[in-house]
């Protein structure tokens, strides 16, 4: 839904209007840095609040789910890749993910 109270800052021919990620109850805030925070926040919110969350990901999705889990109580354990950097590694834990290094691909 359109939040028509808060305007872009980018404009072009006429007007274009913004729904903000950010600052309303209910929604993750921005550390998640994608829309990607929402659906595994949904996600979640299905799951009992003891189930542990499980997914493979380099980056965004395991971001998520992992600031989900924590904002939740719920343990995250996510797989990533073995090339993934080390900072993209570093912000998952921060988020209090457990880690598991798989194949090059995540599988």
């Not at 343990?75 to 950097?85: E, L």
Request: hydrophobic share 40%; aromatic share 4%; proline share 10%.
């Amino acid at each position: 839904m359109i939040d028509r109270g808060t305007r872009c800052p980018v404009q072009r021919e006429g007007e274009l209007w913004a729904h903000p990620e950010g600052g309303k109850p209910g929604r993750l805030p921005p550390p998640v840095r994608s829309l990607k925070g929402r659906g595994a926040d949904l996600m979640l919110s299905t799951l009992a609040p003891s189930t542990a969350a499980v997914c493979a990901s380099s980056g965004n999705v395991g971001h998520a789910v992992a600031y989900a889990g924590r904002a939740r109580g719920m343990p995250v354990h996510v797989f990533v890749p073995k090339p993934v950097d080390s900072a993209r590694r570093a912000r998952m834990k921060a988020f209090g993910a457990g880690m598991v290094t798989a194949g090059p691909d995540g599988a």
